[in-house]
């Protein structure tokens, strides 16, 4: 159904569908992040992702029933749009729009970090333009190309996953690496017990572990251009939450069997010391390549949406019209080229700026994860008071628990929110917030009165 008169071109397969969900779950923050949440709350982490876990799966039913339904690529942007209201539809696309760019911003001039551990005499600014050029064409020749790139790039961090969770569990069980000596599970609870911090750990925890996780809500958006829509979402859907308890959970058990958890990440990363203490040569060349084709990954998937939303977002009279353009081979080549400009702008000025004014950008993309899920299950709500019994009847991919899980979710995300205003760098996101939301409602009144219809 493509309820805006979508012309996008339906070239992703199931598995393309299949990898890119589990590329949008995992992050660079596993591979160099995890300490930080690991020192929140000790061994208990696992209890944090296990929670989140089942929340982001309430959260990506909710998103998957309307999807199955209504495939767009404008996804829950067009769905509040519907649903909400014109200005909710407005204000989840361009606040999904500005989290991209400012994540792809990070993510290409990490990349110029990365490439420096190999060439430390290549500017990194060189490297960044570098991977905005070469991505961005990748996104301008047709979706199939995005949808290949982006299967190798989830390909590669999926294998590095199992290999550290296969090679953790050699030394584990069979001493691998420490003379024949079975390590054992001990360190799970020998370091001040299982939840050393308390409940208080836990729950600070849950705000970065909630972060962790933004980028699922990526399936969503390639709805409108899957082949088969019924079929491939509810199954990557479905799919997220054991490979969250695979991937997450499996690799941060395996770092806190091996060392004490007050020690993770003090000695560098945890995956480097565990191919290295099983004798595999190159380890840290090896992760660092995995750790450069994930953000490769996020800014490849980034770029991805920031084109489909500013298309979605000009159909739904949201945006200026100049972003309906396709190419034709049907991708959204303005949308694409216009978020590339920014990106570009973003560079240098992460050069030139207060490297304040780039925490306070990001406090809002964090803020904008929490804003499209809350929408998205709130989108669901009315979506479902929209119909009849006997339409209710027929959903194919029917959120489960509905209404509870939904309402249980909303509270979940509200306490996260909550949580952030008593963790230093998260607090400045609650007054950032606020001023973005005041800036997107005035430009959103002024679109109104422009009663010419050019803008829209």
């Given at each position: 159904m493509h309820q805006e008169g979508e012309k996008l071109q339906r070239?992703?397969?199931?598995?393309?569908?299949?990898?890119?969900?589990?590329?949008?779950?995992?992050?660079?923050?596993?591979?160099?992040?995890?300490?930080?949440?690991?020192?929140?709350?000790?061994?208990?982490?696992?209890?944090?992702?296990?929670?989140?876990?089942?929340?982001?799966?309430?959260?990506?039913?909710?998103?998957?029933?309307?999807a199955v339904e209504e495939p767009v690529s404008g996804s829950f942007s067009s769905y509040a749009n519907r649903y909400l209201g014109s200005f909710a539809g407005y204000l989840t696309g361009w606040t999904y729009w500005f989290m991209w760019v400012v994540v792809g911003m990070a993510e290409i001039t990490v990349a110029g970090v990365y490439v420096n551990y190999w060439f430390p005499d290549i500017p990194q600014w060189v490297t960044a333009l570098v991977v905005l050029i070469g991505i961005t064409l990748i996104n301008l020749i047709n979706v199939k190309a995005f949808g290949e790139f982006e299967f190798w790039f989830a390909m590669i961090k999926v294998i590095a996953i199992i290999g550290m969770i296969l090679a953790g569990l050699g030394?584990?069980?069979?001493?691998?690496?420490?003379?024949?000596?079975?390590?054992?599970?001990?360190?799970?609870?020998?370091?001040?017990?299982?939840?050393?911090?308390?409940?208080?750990?836990?729950?600070?925890?849950?705000?970065?572990?909630?972060?962790?996780?933004?980028?699922?809500?990526?399936?969503?958006?390639?709805?409108?251009?899957?082949?088969?829509?019924?079929?491939?979402?509810?199954?990557?859907?479905?799919?997220v939450v054991w490979r969250i308890l695979i991937f997450y959970i499996g690799a941060l058990g395996i770092m806190m069997v091996l060392y004490p958890w007050n020690k993770v990440g003090s000695e560098g990363s945890p995956f480097v010391l565990i191919f290295d203490k099983v004798g595999i040569p190159g380890a840290a060349h090896i992760i660092n390549f995995v750790v450069l084709t994930a953000a490769l990954s996020a800014f490849n998937s980034g770029l991805f949406s920031t084109g489909r939303m500013l298309y979605n977002l000009s159909l739904q009279n949201n945006g200026p019209r100049y972003f309906r353009k396709l190419s034709k081979h049907g991708a959204p080549i303005r949308g694409?080229?216009?978020?590339?400009?920014?990106?570009?702008?973003?560079?240098?000025?992460?050069?030139?700026?207060?490297?304040?004014?780039?925490?306070?950008?990001?406090?809002?993309?964090?803020?904008?994860?929490?804003?499209?899920?809350?929408?998205?299950?709130?989108?669901?709500?009315?979506?479902?008071?929209?119909k009849t019994n006997d339409e209710v009847k027929k959903l194919k991919f029917k959120m489960p628990l509905h209404p509870f899980s939904t309402y249980i979710a909303l509270t979940f995300l509200a306490l996260v929110i909550v949580l952030m205003a008593f963790i230093d760098g998260m607090r400045v996101a609650l007054v950032v917030a606020p001023i973005w939301f005041a800036v997107l409602y005035v430009g959103f009144r002024l679109k109104k009165k422009d009663s010419s219809g050019k803008i829209n």
């Open positions: 070239g992703l397969s199931n598995r393309h569908i299949q990898l890119i969900a589990l590329g949008g779950a995992i992050g660079v923050g596993l591979f160099y992040g995890s300490s930080e949440t690991i020192q929140m709350a000790g061994p208990a982490i696992l209890l944090s992702y296990i929670v989140g876990g089942l929340v982001i799966f309430t959260i990506m039913r909710a998103l998957g029933e309307m030394i584990i069980l069979f001493g691998i690496g420490n003379e024949g000596q079975p390590i054992g599970f001990e360190n799970l609870w020998a370091h001040g017990g299982f939840m050393p911090n308390g409940v208080k750990g836990i729950l600070f925890s849950l705000v970065m572990v909630m972060f962790s996780f933004g980028g699922v809500e990526l399936i969503g958006i390639t709805a409108g251009e899957a082949e088969n829509p019924k079929k491939s979402i509810p199954s990557a859907i479905n799919n694409i080229l216009f978020s590339s400009s920014f990106l570009l702008v973003a560079v240098f000025l992460n050069y030139i700026v207060p490297e304040k004014v780039f925490i306070y950008i990001s406090a809002v993309a964090t803020v904008a994860v929490i804003t499209s899920w809350t929408i998205i299950l709130i989108t669901q709500l009315k979506f479902r008071q929209s």
